[in-house]
């Protein structure tokens, strides 16, 4: 591949002798294509984060027609020559791109422990990533923190928050690409798959993560702002989603078999909260005849009226039933599906 690379060498050619014993513990990928003034504003709000630790910025010219975007990456690259690095790659659509800055951040620099992706067209806050890579080191069994999505231009938000659910991530795409990803969940082998240029390649990141054992964890007022436009591939992708969830589902076959979707709603998202009025306890289970989380009426109240006024930060069983204890043996499975449907 023909890239050209402002002040750093081609990993092929970049010995591991040569790498300084120190480094930056964390790198923002910039993937840019048709953005030359939007760039702008990316760049200087990953300039501009407040850390106690040193980043690097790499940005990727994804085959960019317009010699205006070359133009400001090099103005960039030379402005801030220690922070700032430069590639410039034919156009490969943006999984490639990312994907090329991944690989280049893992060759060059062993010492960043997380990547984050922020595209060319939206920005962050001056503590996000202080705030991210915080919790990221303080949660060592976490993949990824992901923020909401906070839209300026076209007002719109998000609540993804509370505790990270993989049957809620199966359903829709919970975690928007500009999150802070661990080292190691690229060195298991993930990357964006650069067959899909239709969008939501980053859900697809998300659930090949998922399977090689990584879950996300979300961080509230993370600082990310996304730029939503008319016309944009977000919008886009909403138009082609059939095709596009029918195709992860294919990929991601395994993680929507009906024994993996039970075994995620009973252990995330229950069915069933079975009250036995005799005892007080409540036994939250997707299979009546499984014992599952067991709490006091009290307990649950307080959970289930939690979930009715923040019903994406916390799961209340859809379905309530009273009993005593006479009849708590007498449940059998049904053989139902879950109530999942990724539409």
């Known amino acids: 591949m023909n890239r050209g690379v402002v002040r750093q060498p081609q990993r092929s050619k970049l010995a591991a002798s040569t790498l300084p014993p120190f480094g930056p513990r964390l790198a923002i990928v910039i993937p840019v294509y048709k953005h030359s003034v939007l760039l702008a504003e990316a760049v200087i709000s990953a300039l501009n984060q407040k850390t106690d630790f040193e980043l690097v910025i790499v940005i990727v010219n994804d085959g960019c027609p317009m010699p205006e975007t070359h133009q400001a990456c090099l103005d960039f690259a030379a402005a801030a020559p220690d922070r700032v690095y430069y590639i410039r790659q034919p156009n490969g659509r943006l999984s490639a791109a ?11 620099w062993e010492t960043a422990q997380a990547i984050y992706f922020l595209d060319a067209d939206n920005r962050l806050l001056p503590g996000a990533l202080q705030r991210a890579c915080d919790v990221l080191v303080q949660n060592p069994e976490v993949g990824w923190i992901y923020p909401n999505i906070d839209m300026f231009g076209q007002e719109w938000n998000s609540d993804y928050s509370g505790e990270y659910s993989v049957l809620r991530h ?23 798959d650069e067959s899909m240029r239709l969008g939501f390649e980053d859900w697809d990141f998300w659930l090949a ?23 944009s591939m977000l919008s886009d992708s909403e138009r082609d989603r059939p095709e596009i969830v029918s195709y992860i589902n294919r990929k991601h076959r395994e993680l929507f078999r009906f024994e993996n979707l039970l075994a995620l709603e009973q ?17 939250l289970t997707s299979d009546p005849a499984i014992e599952g989380q067991s709490l006091s009426a ?19 069983p859809p379905f309530i039933l009273v009993i005593d204890s006479c009849v708590d043996g007498s449940f059998t499975t049904t053989g139902r599906k879950p109530s999942l449907r990724c539409t």
Request: glycine share 10%; aromatic share 16%; charged share 30%.
């Open 98 to 108: 990312r994907n090329t800055g991944i690989d280049f951040v893992l060759g060059v």
């Open 267 to 283: 252990e995330e998202a229950p069915l069933y909260g079975i009250y036995t009025c005799d005892t007080g306890t409540v036994n």
């Open 209 to 231: 993560a998922i399977k090689l054992g990584f879950r996300g964890k979300h961080l509230e007022n993370f600082g990310f702002r996304y730029r939503r436009r008319p016309e």
């Open 170 to 192: 199966l359903e829709e795409n919970i975690c928007e690409a500009g999150s802070l990803v661990r080292r190691a969940v690229f060195e298991r082998g993930a990357r964006f």
């Open 298 to 316: 009290t307990e649950f109240f307080e959970q289930y009226y939690r979930a009715r006024f923040a019903p994406a930060r916390y799961a209340r």
